[in-house]
């Protein structure tokens, strides 16, 4: 483990733990008891997870970091896509997490040493794409009011089984007893697999890969909702689900500029549109 150290100062004196570390490390309360529940806070050495455990002056207060992840972290570099004083938007590569220990998240705030770094929303760990991360709190409120509001348009690419009917289809089933609609549009056909794009209206969990799945083109590489769809052998060679966050827009939550950014057609998303025969 490696350890970044704070000594408590003497304005900073009877603060309690979980205020100390969140104001430190600019992290909602949640974020902090994380943190605390993982046990990845020492107090003078000693390993603290009582959120209410109070400080006095000239403590030293660690937060421990697996080193193992900051190799695997200092090996990984992430494309960013649009950067200014309150916002990052990253491409996130698919098989990592968005947020908490050893997710992209993480890789970033050490990449731009911006500890303060958040991700304002989700992507699956096997979703690749545009992902929106806070730099400061104030930026990650105004955005989340954002993505609340429905002022921030999300459009996915995907590749399905399936040749899909062409035009462009309505999705409109509940998810968990919520209102979920997606709309899908044919971006070309083969014999055996559909490259669509997907623009959401609301924002469920896995709403696309259900709402797919359910018109019997689920999203291929899907393993859990294409589970019953019987696979050739190059579809049973594809290592992850076929879904890619490709564009985002919004207004700047600042300047209220009008921004849209893109994310390119990661290498293996391309590679199946060749091997299916599809643009």
Not at 124 to 151: H, N, P, Q, Y
Request: proline share 4%; charged share 25%; net charge positive.
């Amino acid at each position: 483990m490696q350890t970044t150290e704070y000594i408590v100062r003497r304005s900073e004196d009877h603060n309690l733990l979980l205020d100390y570390i969140a104001r430190k490390l600019k992290l909602s309360k949640k974020s902090a008891k994380v943190l605390l529940d993982r046990r990845s806070i020492t107090v003078n050495g000693t390993r603290i997870w009582m959120a209410r455990h109070e400080l006095r002056v000239g403590d030293t207060v660690g937060i421990l970091v697996d080193a193992e992840e900051i190799t695997q972290s200092a090996k990984r570099t992430v494309a960013i896509l649009y950067r200014d004083d309150h916002l990052v938007v990253a491409a996130k590569p698919s098989g990592i997490l968005a947020c908490g220990a050893k997710s992209l998240e993480t890789v970033l705030q050490r990449q731009l040493n911006l500890p303060s770094l958040r991700a304002v929303h989700r992507l699956d760990r096997d979703t690749s794409g545009c992902l929106i991360f806070a730099c400061d709190t104030e930026t990650f409120d105004r955005m989340v009011v954002a993505f609340r509001d429905k002022t921030v348009t999300k459009v996915y690419h995907a590749i399905l089984h399936g040749p899909m009917k062409p035009g462009e289809h309505r999705v409109s089933k509940p998810i968990g007893g919520q209102t979920a609609i997606s709309h899908v549009r044919i971006l070309d056909v083969s014999a055996k697999a559909s490259h669509v794009s997907v623009r959401i209206e609301t924002g469920r969990t896995h709403q696309i890969r259900i709402h797919l799945a359910s018109v019997r083109h689920p999203v291929m590489g899907d393993r859990k909702y294409a589970s019953g769809v019987k696979l050739s052998e190059k579809q049973a060679g594809i290592p992850r689900q076929m879904l890619h966050a490709q564009a985002l827009r919004f207004p700047h939550p600042f300047t209220g500029t009008p921004m849209r950014v893109t994310a390119p057609l990661p290498s293996d998303f391309t590679q199946c549109l060749k091997t299916f025969k599809l643009t």
